[in-house]
């Protein structure tokens, strides 16, 4: 969205007519022209579109806000990648001890029931 600025246009000094003397009237004050236009070498289809400070910004918003998406991304997977590990290594340690207690299992079972007779 471009704002175009309006230059407002010169008063004239005009003052309604009173009975007294008459005033020579002022001359209005001619302000310089503007800086003409220089044509250039570039060709007129080569200009970029005007783009607003508004649009500038959100799109500085969108970058930042994927850069950080594609961090947490990669976080969530590293953190998938260790709970897997983790729930791999319970399963190996289980499987481990699984003929231990099996035995000490075995073990109270026969000193329980020789501690009845």
Do not use: C, F, H
């Amino acid at each position: 969205m471009a704002t175009a600025t309006k230059k407002a246009a010169p008063k004239a000094a005009a003052k309604p007519a009173t009975k007294s003397a008459a005033k020579p009237a002022a001359k209005p004050v001619v302000k310089p022209a503007t800086k003409a236009v220089v044509p250039t070498a570039t060709p007129v289809a080569a200009k970029k579109a005007p783009v607003s400070k508004a649009a500038q910004a959100i799109a500085k918003v969108n970058a930042a806000l994927a850069k950080l998406t594609e961090r947490k991304d990669k976080i969530a997977g590293e953190i998938a990648a260790l709970k897997e590990q983790r729930a791999q290594l319970k399963a190996q340690a289980t499987a481990a001890l699984a003929p231990a207690v099996a035995a000490v299992k075995k073990v109270v079972k026969t000193v329980r029931a020789a501690g009845t007779k």
